[in-house]
Each structure stands twice: as structure tokens, then as C-alpha cells.
């Protein structure tokens, strides 16, 4: 026993011997080869340094200058500066435990650069390792497309286990922190950026989030589940932003939904954007905010179950729309958006409206437009039928309701060159509306009033005309319009039944003392003639399509002149029937009497045009125009008109049929100054003027070899 106690004394003295002496060593000059050669032998890479501190002060510290581990004959890991303070329990565990590792500016070797392998992933087994707490300062590299820059990590409770296959910067089970003078991923550049949160397990909560992005100023607090790749955003604010692009707005949604994960989803519970100005290649916005609750990312807007936005802006312009003072407050519900209010100044007026919006119904409790000043652009049309067209092509489209409708001191002006119109000072009242229904656009519910202070339709002036119809279960009626014009008045009764088969309709037709140039202007007839005339007659027919239309039209119309004239001398009458276009106003020169004349087509008013030509007007006789039609089959009895000099007649080449608008044909004989004309269109229609049709004519001039102007 005694011989085993002094054995025992000699081992203990021995150890702490070896202790006392290297520790010794550690404050000579033989410090740093000391624990080089230590750690060599602790580690299966070769590991050199130019420096090792160390101080009794702190027994469990070590500081080394310029670690370098060599991974193989090309790669190394190596850092400026590299602290350990050992945890006691490393002295009872057998492995290593630290309170804390300090890493200053690492430097990853470039195969970690491969953007295949994981984030900070590690390129070499190391042992396990407990650290209280885990740093690196001065960080700049880039890991699988992110980039950093300047920056400072620390993990807390970082227990490391190289058997996992978990990257070591997700094996913690605490505090996280990240400062950075600047973050890249992608095309985003984050500046000045400050993370604070936690990593439990599979999950990182974020605590808080700071950063600038394109003069933006960022900060929010999130949770990410990694099993479940969901993400909730608690808080998420971007303000004083100045975002610009030359990528149109649609184009720049897509480039954005891009960037995320296919797999990722999100609820948003909090988003809001201050003061932000905003300018892509159709659309911008100045000093915007808005605001998102409650949104579930990616599901569709009629799946949202408790969501809520909010939008404001000082101004803004769409294409070249400008706009001030847009608000829209919504509410998202399934199968349903509450538009709670919206409101905008645009046009020299505003347009406010609330109601809802579902996929069977698009229902408004008020729809107000006050003061609009719109020049409608020159493709407006095509415009429009585009944005109705996924409407009347889906299988089951919405209904269109307005319980109160109101437009005041409205002004439309569209000012196409083949058939210009102007509303000035429109006001429209309804109630308990349905404009649309199984995609087809009418009223087949409500009440409806329209005025105006002055309307001109290819400049034919009306003062106030008035328009008063209502509907019932898709009845509709049009008890009155009355269209008043200078000396005359247009009154127009009728009946629309959009909810039969077919959708009949009927109309009576009323009018007196109604502007003859009505007739050029209007329907395109070559009669540029100023007077007064009367009107009677009645139609009816389907009207669910132009085929219905054309296979069902039937009714009478009788128009009769009086106080006739010609719109300018006999002459420049006959070079317009010698040189005419249907449906165009051009000036041009013809051979005639004249052949140096020049006449313009388009016609204005009888005082313009009597004092361009300097002219006495000179009265004619017009007979009766009347129309006829049967299932589509329209009869058109022969006009004549007759002066001193001047003798011509307008008819229809035997019967129009509706079904086959090619066929339709206008016949025009005259004789002037012994001269004989017959001109003939083919294709001729009263919507030529529209464009709907194109016309083709053929003009034949002869001379009946008599001396003087008789007829």
C-alpha cells in the first residue's frame, strides 16, 4: 500500500508539473509553436498561426493571431483572429465545451463559393462543440447567391454535431443576431442591416428586422417554420420608399412572384407601406400608403377568409390618366370583396362607390361621378371590348347591380373623324339597377333617368335631350326620349323584352320639324340639303343578335320635307355627287363645268357654308322618303328632288336584304346643265359612316350635247 501511495504521489506531482510548465510556456516565447503543436495533434488538418496570447487572468482563454487550418494542397480556412474561452465542464466531459468562440473576418475557402452546397456550410468534419455562445465580425463573402458584406453573426447555445448533416449555422438553440453593412440576394441590395430573433428546432422567430432598400427604410418581425416552409409576417413596415423602373407594372409582379420559393407559403399578418412614391413604364404613384391584414400567401383573392386592405396616395397616373387623392378601403371574405369605400379625383370630377364583389355578383350600394372631363382616346372601342370580353366568354358571369346611380355635370367627348359625339353636362339617375345579366349587357332591372345640357352626334346639335326607361324582371321600357333639336323634337317610345326568347323589341318613332341635314350627317345619304321634316314611323324585330336582327326586322318609316334647299349652288351640289365618297369628308378636284373648283365634302352648318361660297340659297322640292321592311327585307321607295336647274333621284337597287349588307345598293341619276349622272354604291349602308362597312361606287357622266341649263 505504501509503495502504491508513493506511485500515486509521484503521477499527481508529474501532471501537475506538466501543467505548472506549460503553462509556463504559454507566457514565454514558446507559446505560439506550444499550442500549435497541441492543436495539431487534437486535429486530423495541418494548423499553423503567427501568434498565440494567453494570461493567468483568464486560465481558460486563449487568443490566436492568423489561424490557418489547410485543408488540402489548394484550400485552406483561415481567419485574423481566432479566441477561445473554454467552459469548465470541458475539464469532467469529454468533449469540448466553450463559453465563447470569436472568429474576426473569416475566410471561407473558394469551394465553399459553390452556390450547390449549403449556406456557411463547412468544408471539413470538426468534433463536436458546445459554445455558449458562437461570433464571427467581419464577415464578407458570398454562400449559394448571398452575398454579404461587412458583417457581424452570433449565435447563442450553439451545440454543434457533425453527424447531423444539419449546417452549422442551424444548430443552435437560441439567440441569433446579424448586423451587416450590406446584403445581397439576387438584384435586392439590403444596406445597413440589423436581424435580431431565435432558432428553436425547426423553427426561427424574428424579433426584429432593420434595413434600407432603394431609399427605403424596412423593420418588421416574422416566424419561419422551416418543416413547413410557412412564414408569418407579424409586423412589416416599409416607408419613405423611391422605387423607380422602366419594367411595366404586370411585368414587374411576375419578376417579384419569381424570387420566391414555389413551395413557400405565408400569412401576412400586418403589412403596411408609408409614404412611398412609386414610377414603372405605365403606372405611377406618389406618396402612397397601404395597408394588409390577415393575407394568406399564395391563395387566391375569393379565398381569403378575414383580410383587409387599405390604399391611399397624394396623386398618380395611369398611361396617361393623371389622378389625385385615390382612397380604397376592401375586405376579403370567401367568395367575396367588400368594397367598403373608394373614391378618386381624376378628370377635373371625382368617382366615389361602395357595394361588393363576388364571381356571381357585382353589387354596389352607390356609384356617384361628379364632374368628369373625359376626351375619350381614339381606340377606346377595342378598348373596351377587351375588358368585356372575359365577361360575356365566361361560362357564368356575374350579374352587374347598382342600387343608386348618380352622374352629375359629366362631359364625353369622342372626337373620331368618321363620327364624332359630345356630351356636355350629363346627369343620370338610377335605382335599384341591373345592367348585366348572364353576361349580357341591358337594364332588366330598375329605374333610370338621363339628361344632358347639350349632345352632338356628328355635329347635329340637341339641347337637353331627355331619356327616361325602366325595367322589370328584364323587361325593359323606354317610356320616353325626346331629343329636341333647334326648331324640332325627336320623341322615341319603345319596348325591349331581354328576358324572352329572342329578346323581341319594339319601337314608334315621332318627329317634327327635325334639321334635314340630319339625313347626311346621320345616315350618309348624299342630300346636303337644309330644311325641315317629319317623321312617323314604328319597327320591331329580335334583337339578341345581328343575325336575329337581320332575319326578323320589320316596320314602315315616312319622312316628308318641307321648306327645301339646297346647301350651296346647284353646281358645287353636282360636283359632290361627281366626286363623293360614302362615308368620307375629303376635299378634292374633279373634272365638271369647273374643272379648276374645289369642293369639301364636309358640310357644316347652311350659314358656314353659304358664306364660304358666297352663295344665295336656292329652293327644292323634295318627294317623301319611305322605308319598308319585312323579315329583313327592306323596300325604299324612290326619292326626287327638283330645282330650275337641277333634277335628281335617290333609290334602292331592289330589295335590301339585311342578311346580306354586300348586296345593298344606292342609285343616284341627276341631270344638271345638260349633263346626265348615275352613280351607284355597293354595300351602302346608314352605319357606313361608322366604318362598318366598306363601299365601293361607280360614277358615270355623260352629255346630252343641248345648249343652256334646261332640264
Not at 398611361?319 to 378618386?344: E, K, M, R, W
Not at 348618380?406 to 356636355?424: C, F, G, K, V, Y
Not at 358640310?603 to 318627294?623: G, K, R, V, W, Y
Request: aromatic share 8%; charged share 15%; proline share 5%.
Amino acid at each position: 500500500m505504501r509503495l502504491l501511495g508513493k506511485l500515486t504521489a509521484t503521477v499527481i506531482i508529474l501532471l501537475l508539473v506538466s501543467v505548472i510548465l506549460f503553462l509556463t510556456l504559454l507566457h514565454t516565447r514558446f507559446a505560439t509553436p506550444v499550442v500549435v503543436w497541441t492543436l495539431n495533434q487534437l486535429s486530423p488538418y495541418p494548423i499553423t498561426a503567427t501568434h498565440v496570447d494567453y494570461t493567468l487572468r483568464e486560465p481558460l482563454s486563449v487568443a490566436i493571431t492568423q489561424p490557418r487550418l489547410q485543408l488540402d494542397e489548394t484550400h485552406a480556412l483561415q481567419a485574423d483572429r481566432l479566441a477561445l474561452w473554454l467552459s469548465p465542464h470541458t475539464l469532467t466531459q469529454w468533449h469540448w465545451q466553450f463559453d465563447t468562440i470569436l472568429i474576426d473576418r473569416p475566410q471561407w475557402p473558394a469551394a465553399t463559393h459553390d452556390k450547390t452546397t449549403t449556406p456557411f456550410s463547412l468544408p471539413f468534419a470538426l468534433p463536436a462543440i458546445q459554445s455558449q455562445r458562437l461570433a464571427l465580425r467581419n464577415v464578407s463573402g458570398e454562400w449559394q447567391g448571398l452575398q454579404l458584406t461587412d458583417g457581424q453573426l452570433e449565435w447563442d447555445q450553439w451545440d454543434y454535431h457533425p453527424d447531423t448533416h444539419t449546417p452549422f449555422w442551424q444548430q443552435s438553440q437560441g439567440n441569433v443576431r446579424l448586423a451587416a453593412k450590406q446584403l445581397q440576394w439576387q438584384d435586392i441590395t439590403l444596406h445597413n442591416v440589423l436581424i435580431d430573433g431565435e432558432h428553436h428546432d425547426q423553427t426561427w422567430l424574428l424579433h426584429g428586422l432593420s434595413a434600407q432598400w432603394q431609399h427605403t427604410r424596412l423593420n418588421g418581425q416574422a416566424i419561419y417554420d422551416h418543416q413547413r416552409h410557412h412564414v408569418t409576417v407579424a409586423q412589416l413596415t416599409l416607408s419613405d420608399g423611391q422605387w423607380q423602373t422602366a419594367t411595366p407594372l404586370a411585368q414587374l409582379q411576375h419578376d417579384v412572384l419569381a424570387r420566391i420559393p414555389r413551395d413557400l407559403t405565408a400569412t401576412i399578418e400586418r403589412l403596411d407601406i408609408l409614404n412611398t412614391s412609386m414610377e414603372t413604364a405605365d403606372f405611377t404613384l406618389n406618396q402612397a400608403s397601404l395597408s394588409l391584414e390577415n393575407w394568406q400567401w399564395p391563395q387566391a383573392v375569393n379565398t381569403q377568409t378575414d383580410a383587409l386592405l387599405s390604399f391611399s396616395a397624394d396623386s398618380g397616373r395611369w398611361h396617361d390618366t393623371a389622378f389625385t387623392d385615390p382612397l380604397l378601403d376592401l375586405a376579403f371574405s370567401p367568395n367575396t370583396i367588400t368594397l367598403q369605400g373608394a373614391a378618386v379625383n381624376l378628370m377635373e370630377g371625382y368617382v366615389q362607390a361602395a357595394g361588393s364583389l363576388s364571381p356571381h355578383q357585382w353589387a354596389l350600394d352607390n356609384l356617384s361621378i361628379n364632374g368628369i372631363k373625359w376626351l375619350l382616346p381614339a381606340d377606346w372601342r377595342t378598348s373596351l371590348m377587351a375588358l368585356m370580353a372575359p365577361l360575356q366568354q365566361a361560362t357564368q358571369a356575374p350579374s352587374l347591380r347598382i342600387k343608386q346611380l348618380a352622374i352629375r355635370h359629366t362631359n364625353l367627348t369622342d372626337s373620331n373623324a368618321e363620327w364624332p359625339w359630345q356630351i356636355s353636362g350629363l346627369n343620370l339617375d338610377g335605382h335599384d339597377l341591373t345592367l348585366m345579366e348572364n353576361g349580357q349587357w341591358g337594364l332588366w332591372h330598375g329605374e333610370l333617368t338621363s339628361g344632358a345640357q347639350l349632345v352632338s352626334l356628328n355635329t347635329v346639335e340637341m339641347q337637353a335631350p331627355w331619356v327616361d326607361m325602366s325595367a322589370k324582371e328584364g323587361d325593359w321600357q323606354l317610356h320616353q326620349a325626346i331629343l329636341p333639336f333647334k326648331d324640332g323634337l325627336l320623341d322615341i317610345k319603345g319596348h325591349w323584352a331581354l328576358h324572352q326568347q329572342g329578346q323581341p323589341w319594339a319601337l314608334a318613332v315621332n318627329g317634327d320639324s327635325l334639321p334635314t341635314h340630319l339625313l347626311a350627317q346621320w345616315l350618309d345619304l348624299p342630300l346636303p340639303i337644309h330644311g325641315k321634316m317629319d317623321i312617323t314611323g314604328q319597327a320591331e324585330g329580335l334583337g339578341q343578335d345581328a343575325v336575329s336582327l337581320a332575319y326578323s326586322l320589320a316596320g314602315d318609316i315616312e319622312v316628308s320635307f318641307r321648306d327645301t334647299r339646297l346647301a350651296g349652288s346647284p353646281e358645287a351640289l353636282w360636283q359632290q355627287w361627281t366626286q363623293r365618297k360614302p362615308g368620307q369628308a375629303e376635299t378634292v378636284t374633279t373634272t365638271s363645268p369647273r374643272p379648276d373648283a374645289v369642293i369639301s365634302t364636309e358640310i357644316t352648318t347652311e350659314q358656314d357654308l353659304n358664306q364660304d361660297l358666297n352663295i344665295a340659297p336656292q329652293a327644292i322640292t323634295l318627294s317623301p322618303l319611305r322605308l319598308h321592311s319585312e323579315r329583313g327585307q327592306i323596300r325604299f321607295t324612290p326619292m326626287t328632288l327638283n330645282s330650275p336647274t337641277l333634277q335628281a333621284t335617290l333609290q334602292g337597287e331592289g330589295e335590301w336584304d339585311l342578311a346580306k349588307p354586300d348586296t345593298q345598293q344606292i342609285q343616284l341619276k341627276a341631270r344638271y346643265d345638260c349633263q346626265q349622272l348615275h352613280r351607284q354604291w355597293a354595300g351602302a349602308s346608314s352605319t357606313a359612316s361608322t366604318g362598318d362597312h366598306a363601299s365601293a361606287s361607280s360614277i358615270s357622266v355623260s352629255s346630252t350635247g343641248c345648249a343652256g341649263n334646261n332640264i
